[in-house]
């Protein structure tokens, strides 16, 4: 059995494992629906809703127990992830990087 992977973002927010599917092609990487978590900004907003996720970046960063990642909302070409721990040395660094992106 062949698998194909879709890395690049621009390619799963068009759908293009949703129509590697239709062709019965076995591929790896998030459908268009699921690719939203990544894409779009009221579908974020509403998860956070439904499922009473805190939208507040300052309290959540100090709240929480485990590294930190922060990612600005929409396409980054795989650039623009940063790391609590890796490219982020502090929660004060972290903060600082949320306001710069927002």
Not at 26 to 52: A, C, H, P, R, W
Request: charged content about 30%.
């Amino acid at each position: 059995m062949k698998l194909l992977f879709i890395g690049p973002e621009s390619p799963l927010e068009k759908g293009i494992i949703d129509e590697l599917a239709k062709e019965g092609i076995n591929s790896l990487g998030l459908t268009k629906q699921g690719d939203q978590i990544e894409t779009n900004k009221v579908f974020m907003k509403k998860l956070f809703e439904d499922y009473n996720i805190p939208g507040e970046a300052f309290e959540f960063i100090d709240s929480f127990d485990e590294s930190v990642v922060i990612k600005p909302i929409g396409l980054t070409g795989e650039k623009g992830v940063k790391i609590l721990g890796n490219q982020l040395e502090s929660n004060e660094e972290s903060k600082e990087y949320v306001k710069e992106i927002f």
